[in-house]
């Protein structure tokens, strides 16, 4: 495939030579390759942060601003549906005005909004802000993508994104840790107002350091009626995805969102043939290694996203950690990550994408069984081991098929393709955390009666065992007010036995999710378009 010439639309001071192969080094910082990402890892340090972060504050946010447990869901839930719903519109901007503007115009909006959060005197003005903080994440993911894809030369792209996805896996994994700090020392509030700072950095940074590298061909129109169309779908998908559990999933609500779904997705499809300039050309996924990456992406997401979910229950609930010392026994996951990201980059750039992803596949389905043994007194050098397996499993996994999707679609296409991959792993969270619930719930539903009835337990009506079962579902013990200390023993016993339990089960769906993901990986291929586009200067 042919490479794509580059517009630089930063002025005449900053232009470059259009093609890649004869463009002159980069002086000094702007353009600059690996300030480049630096400037881009810290704007999606924010966003990555924030999906795990604000979970330690809800409970704070509840309190203070006298919220539902049903409005506090929604500080989460109207974050990630604004996200996932946006993310490839979004890179389709970032393909038609430029993806420096892109992600400064990101950068600058979630900064704000978490500023506004953070001054809110109310739940839905703090929900309010949270949609837009996920719109404007939106716009700042896939344009760092594109920023990366047209600023490295394909021989140190991998390990590029391997710095990126280590900073987003830390950002993701650390963000209990610092929330727990934040809350418990300062307020609920810093948990939002830190990302201003950071944002100014990045602003900063980013005016400076940051060169818009666009494809020639780049998009010159706007596919409305695709956008609605994939918005519609993909607002569905989410939201039947989100109140599954509430609902039931054999519920008729569930069913006509995911039919509306199916519905739209096809609609979609067939516009998308009609149209002249499509928001996603489906041509695209011709391309059999872009298909099995964007696959790839969806079930990495529901081993990693969905199995993590239970984990912060069993160390809080069952062995009765503190946020803070949760975070602290997630570390070796973290740390795993930090170090695998740029060996993986490294490793992928030698020996292509299909053996790390297949291999760190592999090594995720058997840190999923080793956590499907964990019991409630297991110890935390066992439990080292499994988070350990588990992060260095997911680095080459989280650089491969970024890279493997990203770098076989053309360059003008890639903020679709960034968006793509992080819509991937956003609906792939979504999934495993509903489907690996629903496993939870019917493998605690189904035991919790007997169990308890063992255990010599007063009997419990219908309405108790269902109050009963939502608690042990998330770990906790279902022990009454002036309960004498011998039954809240039982109780406690049953609950976290019938939590880990489910938890094993749920684990052991996660690892033959990732068994599925090693034949996936195998049809994954390097970029063929990765050189469109990338610099050469100062690497």
């Known amino acids: 495939m042919t490479s794509q010439t580059t517009i630089d639309t930063t002025g005449p001071e900053d232009r470059t030579p259009t093609s890649p192969s004869d463009r002159a080094p980069a002086s000094g ?10 400037t881009v890892a810290v704007g999606v340090m924010m966003v990555a942060l924030d999906g795990t972060i604000v979970a330690i504050a809800n409970p704070a946010i509840q309190q203070d601003l006298k919220a539902s447990f049903a409005d506090v869901q929604w500080i989460t839930n109207g974050y990630f549906l604004a996200l996932a719903v946006s993310l490839i519109t979004a890179g389709k901007l970032g393909d038609r005005f430029g993806h420096r503007q892109t992600f400064l115009i990101g950068v600058v909006g979630f900064a704000a909004a978490s500023g506004a959060i953070g001054m809110s005197s109310s739940i839905a003005l703090v929900v309010t802000f949270r949609v837009l903080q996920g719109l404007f994440g939106a716009l700042l993911m896939p344009a760092a993508l ?3 894809r047209a600023t490295f030369p394909a021989e140190k792209l991998n390990m590029a994104i391997g710095i990126w996805g280590m900073v987003i896996g830390a950002s993701t994994a650390g963000g209990p840790i610092l929330g727990g700090v934040l809350v418990e020392h300062v307020n609920w509030q810093s948990v939002f107002f830190i990302n201003v700072p950071v944002g100014i950095i ?15 061909n780049a998009p010159r129109s706007f596919d409305i009626a695709g956008i609605v169309l994939l918005s519609g779908a993909m607002f569905c998908l989410v939201w039947a995805l989100i109140k599954a559990p509430a609902w039931g999933w054999g519920d008729g609500k569930t069913w006509a969102f995911v039919i509306a779904s199916v519905v739209g997705f096809a609609l979609f499809a067939f516009w998308e043939t009609k149209v002249k300039e499509p928001l996603i050309p489906l041509a695209l996924f011709r391309s059999v290694p872009l298909s099995a990456g964007v696959v790839l992406m969806v079930l990495m997401a529901i081993a990693f996203m969905g199995g993590l979910f239970f984990v ?29 990201s740029p060996l993986a980059g490294a490793m992928i750039t030698k020996l292509g994408p299909r053996i790390p992803l297949a ?48 770098g076989n679609a053309p360059m003008e296409l ?53 109050q009963a ?11 009454a007010p002036n309960t004498p200390e011998p039954i809240a023993a039982k109780i406690a016993d049953v609950a976290h036995d019938t939590f880990i339990s489910g938890m094993s089960l749920a684990s052991l769906v996660a690892a033959g999710v990732a068994v599925v993901a090693v034949l996936v990986a195998l049809l994954t291929k390097r970029g063929e378009n990765a050189e469109a586009g990338a610099g050469v200067g100062h690497i």
């Open 202 to 216: 990045a602003v900063v940074l980013g005016v400076l350091i940051l060169l818009d590298h666009r494809a020639e």
């Open 469 to 479: 079962s939502e608690a042990v579902q998330v770990g906790m013990a279902p022990v």
């Open 146 to 148: 594109g920023l990366l």
């Open 359 to 406: 291999g760190g596949m592999a090594a995720t389905a058997i840190a999923m069984y080793g956590m499907s043994t964990l019991e409630t007194d297991t110890g935390s050098a066992a439990m080292s081991l499994w988070f350990a397996l588990l992060g260095l499993g997911l680095a080459p996994v989280m650089v491969g098929a970024t890279e493997v999707i990203v």
């Open 312 to 340: 912060t229950f069993y160390l809080q609930n069952v062995h009765g950690m503190s946020p803070i010392d949760a975070g602290l026994h997630l570390l070796p996951l973290t740390g795993m990550m930090i170090v695998g």
């Open 29 to 38: 910082l702007r353009g600059h390759p690996w300030f480049t990402l630096i």
């Open 414 to 466: 890639s903020g679709v393709a960034g968006g793509l991959q992080q819509a991937a792993m956003q609906i792939g969270g979504s999934l495993g955390t509903a489907v690996l619930g629903a496993v939870m719930a019917s493998k605690v539903d189904g035991d919790l009666a007997g169990n308890w009835k063992a255990a010599g337990l007063p009997p419990l009506s219908p309405a108790q065992l269902d």
